[in-house]
Structures are given as structure tokens and as C-alpha cells.
């Protein structure tokens, strides 16, 4: 194996610099989609240099950022900074997103088509979901006409509450407020839903419940009870 100009190739010079594997795993670049750079606005808590020096000790060359900056990435003058602050000082590749609503804040959407123009690769509110399925479905439409994934964090507030815990016998035995999975069920079924009504990419972000892994499974498949299409939903 041979590495010409950052790229793997078959072949290459004759007197070409020779490393010493063994042992190791040699592997292209990977790519982490979901990371927090908090730059601008929260650089106490991450910058894009420090961001990206830590993925690079990881083994990842490529990283799609969220928009939970401050102020939040739903404008082109934020994603337009994170790409200059990313030129100046990142070691790897950064592809932003942008957010699905103004301020993560659910109730208007945020402009998507010039987000597209600034350069991000995808929308989503990140540790925010979009609680109106009307606007969300607006979102994915939208998203569609301009070639962009949605990603959606499943999580169904009215359900969730303030929940600190998988609900169960240990919530009840340790008095602790608990997390129904069905708060995450119900978000993906809807997002299925708004896949297929679209027939777009809608990625579920943090799947932690077996029924929301069995409803993609179906739907990805085709073999869900419903009388569902196979959709574009993807899980991380």
C-alpha cells in the first residue's frame, strides 16, 4: 500500500519513505458527523482548533460540526465564521451544518436555502427536536430541495419531561423521575412518516431504545406492518 499526496494508490516511487505498520491499523481517514466545537461563542467548552487536534489524535479527518454555537449557526454570518475560524486553525476537514429552526428554539424555520449557499452540509436543531410535526415536515421538505439531510435528536418533551433516567424498577426504586423509551419510539415513527410522505433523508441521532431500532430496521426494509415504502431514515 502506497500513500501518494494523501491519497492511497497502488503504486508509487521507487524510493518512497517506508512505514512501519506492523500492528497497527491502517485504514482511510474516519469521519465523527455529529461533534460539538461550540466556536463561536462557548470556547471554554471547545474551540475548533482544540476540537479538531482531538480528532486528529483519534484517527478522524473529516468532522460535520453542530450549530449549537453562540450565537446559534442559523445564519450565513455564523456559518461564514466557523469556515474562516476553520480555515485559520483546524487540522482536518469541518463541514458545519446549519440549524432547522431560528435559535434551536422549534417554532420558525430557519433560512435553509442560504445556509446551503454558506456552505453547510446538513440541518439540524442538534440536542433540540422539533416538537411541531408540521413545521418539521416543512423542514424536510425544504431540506430536500436543496439537497440536505435533515438530522433530528428523537426526543418527545411532553413524554420525556424532566426525566433523569431509563424508566423501570430501578427509576421507581431509586425515586428517580423516569425517561419512557417511548419519548424516543414516538419521534422516530414521525420522522418515518415525514421520510416517507418526502421521500427524503431524515437521520434519527442518538438511538438508544431496541423498538426505534426495530421501527428503522422495518422501515429501511420495507417490513413493517404498515403499509410503508421503504424510506430514507438513517440511525447513528
Known amino acids: 500500500m502506497f500513500v501518494v499526496d494523501g491519497k492511497i494508490t497502488a503504486t508509487a516511487a521507487k524510493d518512497a519513505e517506508v512505514i512501519d505498520a506492523t500492528g497497527k491499523v491502517v485504514t482511510p481517514g474516519l469521519i465523527d458527523m455529529h461533534v ?13 482548533e482544540t476540537g479538531t487536534r482531538c480528532a486528529a489524535r483519534g484517527g478522524f479527518t473529516s468532522v460535520v460540526c453542530m450549530p449549537n454555537t453562540t450565537p446559534s ?5 455564523t456559518i461564514a465564521l466557523i469556515k474562516q475560524r476553520a480555515a485559520e486553525a483546524a487540522c482536518i476537514n469541518v463541514f458545519p451544518t446549519g440549524a432547522i429552526t ?8 430557519a ?31 425544504y431540506s ?33 423521575r423516569g425517561w419512557p423509551a417511548m419519548g424516543e419510539d414516538v419521534i422516530v415513527a414521525r ?20 423498538r426505534s431500532v426495530e421501527l428503522i430496521r ?4 420495507g417490513e413493517s406492518r404498515f403499509p410503508l415504502k421503504p424510506v430514507r431514515i438513517i440511525s447513528r
Open 36 to 48: 460539538h466545537l461550540r466556536e463561536p461563542g462557548r470556547s471554554d467548552k471547545e474551540t475548533i
Open 73 to 77: 449557526a442559523d445564519n450565513t454570518g
Open 102 to 109: 431560528k435559535e434551536l428554539a422549534g417554532e420558525e424555520l
Open 111 to 141: 433560512p435553509i436555502g442560504s445556509l446551503k449557499k454558506a456552505g453547510v452540509v446538513a440541518i439540524t436543531d442538534d440536542g433540540h427536536c422539533v416538537q411541531n410535526n408540521e413545521l418539521m415536515r416543512r423542514a424536510v421538505e
Open 144 to 176: 430536500k430541495m436543496f439537497d440536505l439531510p435533515v438530522l433530528d435528536h428523537c426526543q418527545d418533551y411532553n413524554l420525556v419531561a424532566d426525566g433523569v433516567m431509563n424508566e423501570g424498577h430501578w427509576s421507581a426504586a431509586l425515586g428517580l
Open 191 to 210: 420522522n418515518i412518516l415525514i421520510a416517507e410522505q418526502t421521500d427524503w433523508h431524515v437521520h434519527c441521532q442518538h438511538i438508544s431504545s431496541a
Open 218 to 221: 422495518q422501515a429501511k426494509s
